[in-house]
């Protein structure tokens, strides 16, 4: 089993430490968290014990899993500096020049390191995977509803991010050229994005993501040679669409709109923080890419 050590703040409305200490191959030892009034009440619910400084548990542990405020650029690359294998939830401060020198990094300790891209695991999203096969062309559209604190969400970082994460996953094919253009409304940065992905196999994605809406709405289509299929991350369902044809026929779970047949995808339910922290550990046991 891997010595795994919790550095940071965890969401406990989420039940993450559960989620952690239920992955077999995974043995927590502790966890450090800069808030020291939770650490009793970690200690009495989860029977783990917390430590007063970060040096002491990190000295215990193979691998850490670094949580918020705990998981910027600054304590990633440390970690990794001192070989440890790191699953980190990623932040608005990261930029190209970090992640290529914290790749590099990473290369030259030989660790395993996987950022925290929840749509990776979506159920409505792994439901929906084997129908997605050769996508030619990708549509998302990401947006949320306005609040105030809007201003406290990168439409980058926490929203596009995910998509592009998840367009790179099932398009097996180099990235060509990038387009890209914003704009904002309150002026403290972005407030809608729009993104081109161009492939060297021509496959295309359009990805467009605001934080300036009247609703909020997720989805995104895949067109594939004979058939697209569609996600909607919000209502967790999904479906793939079909022409009709003279031998197509209508069964169960199955709709007729015009001359197109409109099946839906049973999504299977999961939990994408247990399936997170398992591919993690999986990476580090069995050698491969997180």
């Not at 409109?262 to 591919?279: C, G």
């Amino acid at each position: 089993m891997i010595k795994t050590g919790i550095y940071g703040h965890p969401d406990f409305e989420a039940d993450i430490l559960e989620k952690i200490m239920d992955v077999p191959e995974l043995s927590v030892v502790g966890m450090y968290s800069p808030n020291k009034t939770d650490s009793k009440d970690i200690e009495d619910k989860y029977k783990l014990k917390t430590y007063e400084e970060a040096g002491s548990l990190i000295d215990q542990v193979d691998a850490v899993i670094a949580l918020n405020p705990l998981s910027g650029l600054d304590k990633v690359e440390q970690l990794v500096r001192n070989a440890k294998h790191v699953f980190f939830e990623p932040s608005s401060e990261y930029c190209n020049r970090d992640v290529t020198k914290l790749s590099d990094i990473v290369d030259e300790a030989n660790v395993k390191v996987q950022a925290g891209f929840h749509h990776r695991f979506n159920n409505t999203f792994l439901s929906a995977r084997p129908f997605i096969v050769n996508p030619k062309f990708i549509q998302s559209n990401n947006f949320r509803k306005f609040a105030v604190d809007s201003v406290a969400i990168s439409v980058l970082m926490d929203m596009l991010i995910s998509d592009i994460d998840i367009v790179l996953g099932v398009i097996k094919s180099n990235l060509k050229a990038v387009h890209a253009n914003a704009t904002s409304i309150n002026l403290e940065g972005p407030d809608i994005i729009n993104v081109r992905l161009e492939f060297m196999n021509g496959s295309v994605a359009q990805l467009t993501a605001g934080r300036i809406a009247t609703t909020n709405s997720h989805e995104l289509s895949f067109y594939c040679n004979n058939d697209y299929t569609s996600i909607d991350l919000i209502r967790n369902k999904a479906w793939q669409v079909k022409k009709r044809n003279q031998e197509s026929d209508i069964k169960l779970f199955k709709e007729n709109i015009g001359d197109l047949i409109v099946d839906t995808i049973p999504v299977k339910p999961n939990n994408h923080y247990y399936d997170e922290f398992l591919s993690f550990a999986r990476s580090i046991v069995y050698d491969k890419s997180p």
